[in-house]
């Protein structure tokens, strides 16, 4: 099994400076995608492809703060093991057991894009494995493409490269983006799981008593939010080292993460304490936190993957955010 280290040291061996850097490294030979089924109908995630149906085992869900992905439509779902709980000893760093499957699908412009896989495939936080399904034509099925494509279906829509989908997963310990305390801490609907199911369905091994919020307004909370979705799988302090150099925040130097300890005050967040740098408090237009979100193109931009249009509304949320401070 290649570990996920070894993953981070092939893909940003030639990138040095920043994430942007990243766009330019060629997707890595070895992935472990080749433990990963050929097409999407057998993966679990379908008991008939052709009807739509779901298997029995898996699990609709929808992150309260979303990742922006230039305007896509997205349904993600997970399958747990059968009697297999989430280790929650650390509630910011959930630990999957072996054998946890999610999947994110992507529609774009009204057509059924891709559904990406991350699976865990072994004991270790390492031994996670992710790829993109390219959906056919007619939407029979899904093929995996590793390599990634670009304007698929003739959308505007890029599928990312299986290294592409590391880069962003390896910034956490838990490596899932999305399926976390704070991120399923709001009521779902349309039988969706959220906190409260997986602690009524016993899938937890240290179970909270309650949700978790997060401090503030509502302007804040969302602003808050929009980083922790958005910016904190590379923008944190708590990024797992790599075996080689780091392209992704290489100085640690700010953390835009929600944690489940630091939800007393907005002052307690870890942007407010870590973010000086990066906004001008009551200067949204001096603040280059904003500056970055409200560009795309060749200049450097957030989030340098995995998106060609600005976000217009939420660099207006950042935007009210700072000037409010």
């Known amino acids: 099994m290649l570990r996920m280290n070894h993953w981070m040291t092939i893909v940003i061996a030639a990138a040095l400076s920043g994430c942007w850097d990243y766009e330019q490294c060629p997707t890595p030979a070895d992935l472990g995608?080749?433990?990963?089924?050929?097409?999407?109908?057998?993966?679990?995630?379908?008991?008939?492809?052709?009807?739509?149906?779901l298997a029995a085992d898996v699990l609709p869900y929808k992150p309260q703060f979303e990742l922006w992905s230039d305007g896509a439509e997205k349904q993600?779902?997970?399958?747990?093991?059968?009697?297999?709980?989430i280790d929650t000893k650390d509630m910011d760093a959930w630990v999957f057991p072996e054998g946890t499957k999610l999947w994110k699908e992507f529609r774009r412009d009204g057509v059924r894009v891709e559904t990406r896989l991350f699976q865990k495939v072994g004991p270790s936080d390492d031994d996670w494995v992710g790829i993109a399904y390219v959906w056919a034509a007619d939407q029979s099925d899904a093929t995996a493409t590793p390599s990634g494509a670009a304007n698929a279906l003739g959308t505007n829509h890029d599928v990312p490269n299986?290294?592409?989908?590391?880069?962003?997963?390896?910034?956490?310990?838990?490596?899932?983006?999305?399926?976390?305390?704070?991120?399923?801490?709001?009521?779902?609907?349309?039988?969706?799981?959220?906190?409260?199911?997986?602690?009524?369905?016993d899938r937890l091994s240290n179970p909270p008593e309650r949700n978790f919020s997060v401090p503030g307004n509502e302007t804040e909370r969302a602003a808050l939010g929009y980083l922790h979705a958005n910016c904190s799988h590379c923008h944190n302090q708590n990024r797992p080292e790599t075996d080689g150099p780091r392209c992704f925040d290489p100085r640690k130097d700010v953390d835009f993460?929600?944690?489940?300890?630091d939800l007393r005050s907005t002052a307690d967040t870890a942007a407010y304490r870590t973010g000086a740098d990066y906004f001008e408090p009551g200067d949204s237009e001096g603040s280059r936190l904003?500056?970055?979100?409200?560009?795309?193109?060749?200049?450097?931009?957030?989030?340098?993957?995995?998106?060609?249009?600005?976000?217009?509304d939420g660099v207006e949320l950042l935007r009210m955010w700072i000037d409010g401070m």
């Open 76 to 85: 993600r779902w997970i399958l747990l093991p059968k009697d297999k709980r």
């Open 290 to 312: 904003v500056e970055l979100v409200a560009r795309r193109g060749d200049d450097k931009h957030m989030p340098p993957l995995a998106t060609e249009k600005v976000d217009e």
């Open 162 to 201: 299986a290294g592409q989908c590391v880069g962003c997963h390896a910034g956490r310990k838990s490596r899932i983006l999305g399926f976390s305390a704070i991120q399923l801490s709001a009521s779902a609907t349309d039988g969706a799981i959220d906190l409260e199911g997986l602690i009524a369905n």
């Open 257 to 261: 993460g929600l944690y489940v300890s």
């Open 33 to 53: 995608t080749e433990r990963l089924p050929g097409h999407l109908s057998e993966t679990g995630l379908y008991a008939d492809i052709t009807a739509g149906t």
